[in-house]
């Protein structure tokens, strides 16, 4: 038998949940009990994957404007039962990958701070999909409303202004800037107040985290670029972004590759930089 000094660490060495599923480990999903939803949201179109019912993530915010916080859990909640979203079915979530916006990882992200135990994202998008010859349609499912779940908020994996605001004084935290060079410079082609970044802020653009066919990099690559951004795992990681959709999906990068702890801002960008007091690089 294994001491028990043995055994803790091994086990805490053991690899994480997938979050991102290979076409082949999403089909069957796909034919079975899952929720398939379409996070392409208004620019969604033909082909749909089978079952697939579309959610935009717009109509998931705290507000109409430049926002990306999110609607109460009231609204997040009614919002999924109508689709069918339920904690007892597992959830299947697919966007555009390299053509979208990640919004994906954003659906993701939301299912899974309200505690729905069991979202995974197609890894490659909708064009993996059809690329390896599986089913269509050529028009997505309407919703089949269902009675909301009970949330079990998971509170860590959203973070507030003021945790980006104090992290610059924390070693335990680190603040990851998810969008462009150019708008971690200063750009400001989203219509934000001011331009610039975070101060101190780490600096990884979430499409540098995917291959030229839109799939996530191998393991070995991905785990190269995050360790040369500077992130570590001992540290709690707060990605932002402009709305909170790219860094979204960077968080649900990090979970794949079992980083502990990592957050979404999801107020972004949109959100500090409209506080003329907080400061900017």
């Known amino acids: ?31 079975g009990d899952a929720v ?8 969604a179109e033909a082909p749909y ?27 997040l909640l009614a919002a999924f039962a109508q689709l069918g979203v339920t904690d007892a079915r ?34 490659g998008g909708v064009q993996a999909w059809v690329a ?3 089913p269509t349609m050529d028009h997505p499912e309407p919703g089949r409303g269902v009675e909301a779940w009970r949330p079990q908020r998971q509170e860590r994996l959203q973070a507030s202004r003021s945790e980006v605001g104090d992290a610059a004084r924390r070693r335990d935290v680190s603040v990851l800037d998810t969008r462009s060079d150019e708008e971690f410079r200063g750009a ?4 934000s107040s001011r331009g610039g970044h975070v101060p101190g802020a780490l600096h990884l653009e979430w499409r540098a985290l995917l291959a030229e066919d839109g799939r996530l990099l191998p393991r070995a ?28 999906f960077v968080v649900a ?11 979404n801002y999801a107020g972004s960008w949109w959100d500090w930089s409209a506080d003329e007091r907080l400061p900017v690089e």
């Open 49 to 75: 994957l089978p079952r697939a019912r579309v959610v935009d993530w717009m109509r998931l915010r705290d507000g109409l404007a430049r926002t990306g916080r999110l609607a109460d859990d009231a609204a």
């Open 132 to 134: 390896a010859g599986r």
């Open 221 to 248: 690559e991905l785990e190269r670029r995050v360790a040369a951004a500077g992130l570590r795992r001992d540290q709690r990681i707060i990605a932002y972004c402009t709305g909170g959709v790219r860094s979204a």
């Open 188 to 191: 400001t082609p989203y219509f």
């Open 253 to 263: 990068v990090l979970a794949h590759l079992g980083f502990p702890d990592a957050a």
């Open 90 to 123: 597992p959830v299947l979530v697919y966007g555009a990958a390299d053509r979208g916006w990640g919004e994906e990882g954003r659906i993701w992200w939301t299912l899974r701070y309200l505690g729905h135990p069991r979202v995974y994202i197609i890894d």
């Open 1 to 31: 038998m294994l001491a028990l000094g043995l055994v803790v660490p091994l086990l805490l060495a053991a690899a994480p949940a997938p979050v991102f599923l290979s076409i082949d480990e999403a089909a069957p999903l796909v034919a």
């Open 36 to 43: 398939v939803l379409d996070a392409r949201g208004a620019f």
